[in-house]
């Protein structure tokens, strides 16, 4: 006889005759199935997490017995168990795919949940512009400004000449990744103060530099 689970529950039997009849006690049928419909949780659940902030990781699954889990990060297994992992003042390095096991120790069964991506990206902190230190003479001298923070994931950078978006030209030219930009020669028109704006998806810093032509 094929079982299924909504099979499980108490079961008894009745016996009859013309004249009586009799019902046993009732034994409980217990069905072992699962563990299915494996499902991971991330609370809070972000696109990208601040680097020190705090994550908790939740699994669940339909089984019974009730399953076990075991937990594995790209692809490794860690020395976790339990329904709950907590994660406590994430870094960068633990960045990467986390997936539940879900086992049933009647069935024998292992099965995981869909790996969820966590980003952990570091704030930027400590933008600076370092620029000459010399006399700058209009039409003989050159410059260079470079933009940096002391820490922090950088995604894009952005360079204004009072308040209005620096653009290249014969005389500008930026590096590849916008880190620095050298002006040859320097005329008087660029006296002015240059901003550059540090940016990534948790965070945007700002560097100011003022910048005299003679």
Same mark, same amino acid.
Request: proline share 6%.
């Given at each position: 006889?094929?079982?299924?689970?909504?099979?499980?529950? &108490?079961?008894?039997?009745?016996?009859?005759?013309?004249?009586?009849?009799?019902?046993?006690?009732?034994?409980?049928?217990?069905?072992?199935?699962? &563990?299915?419909?494996?499902?991971?949780?991330?609370?809070?659940?972000?696109?990208?997490?601040?680097?020190?902030?705090?994550?908790?990781?939740?699994?669940?699954?339909?089984?019974?017995?009730?399953?076990?889990?075991?937990?594995?990060?790209?692809?490794?297994?860690?020395? @976790?168990?339990?329904?709950?992992?907590?994660?406590?003042?994430?870094?960068?390095?633990?960045?990467?795919?986390?997936?539940?096991?879900?086992?049933?120790? @009647?069935?024998?069964?292992?099965?995981? +949940?869909? &790996?969820?991506?966590?980003?952990?990206?570091?704030?930027? +902190?400590?933008?600076?512009?370092?620029? &000459?230190?010399?006399?700058?003479?209009?039409?003989?001298? *050159?410059?260079?400004?470079?933009?940096?923070?002391?820490?922090?994931?950088?995604?894009? @950078?952005?360079? =204004?000449?009072?308040?209005?978006?620096?653009?290249?030209?014969?005389?500008?030219?930026?590096?590849?990744?916008? *880190?620095?930009? +050298?002006?040859?020669?320097?005329?008087?028109?660029?006296?002015?103060?240059?901003?550059?704006? =540090?940016?990534?998806?948790?965070?945007?810093?700002?560097?100011?530099?003022?910048?005299?032509?003679?």
């Amino acid at each position: 006889m094929l079982v299924l689970r909504s099979d499980r529950g &108490p079961l008894c039997c009745t016996v009859y005759n013309t004249i009586s009849n009799d019902t046993s006690q009732p034994i409980f049928l217990n069905i072992s199935f699962g &563990p299915d419909n494996v499902e991971m949780t991330v609370d809070p659940q972000k696109e990208f997490h601040i680097s020190g902030s705090d994550l908790t990781l939740f699994c669940s699954a339909q089984s019974s017995p009730p399953a076990e889990f075991k937990w594995a990060f790209n692809a490794t297994t860690l020395n @976790r168990e339990g329904q709950e992992f907590k994660l406590e003042d994430i870094q960068g390095n633990q960045s990467g795919y986390y997936t539940c096991w879900a086992h049933n120790t @009647r069935t024998l069964r292992y099965k995981p +949940s869909d &790996p969820s991506l966590i980003t952990v990206i570091e704030k930027i +902190s400590d933008a600076n512009i370092t620029g &000459p230190t010399e006399l700058l003479i209009a039409g003989n001298s *050159s410059a260079n400004l470079s933009c940096q923070a002391t820490a922090g994931t950088i995604v894009s @950078r952005e360079w =204004l000449k009072d308040d209005q978006t620096l653009s290249p030209s014969s005389r500008i030219i930026f590096s590849g990744d916008k *880190s620095s930009v +050298s002006i040859d020669p320097v005329e008087g028109t660029d006296n002015g103060q240059y901003q550059c704006i =540090l940016t990534n998806p948790v965070s945007r810093g700002i560097a100011s530099y003022n910048l005299t032509v003679n």
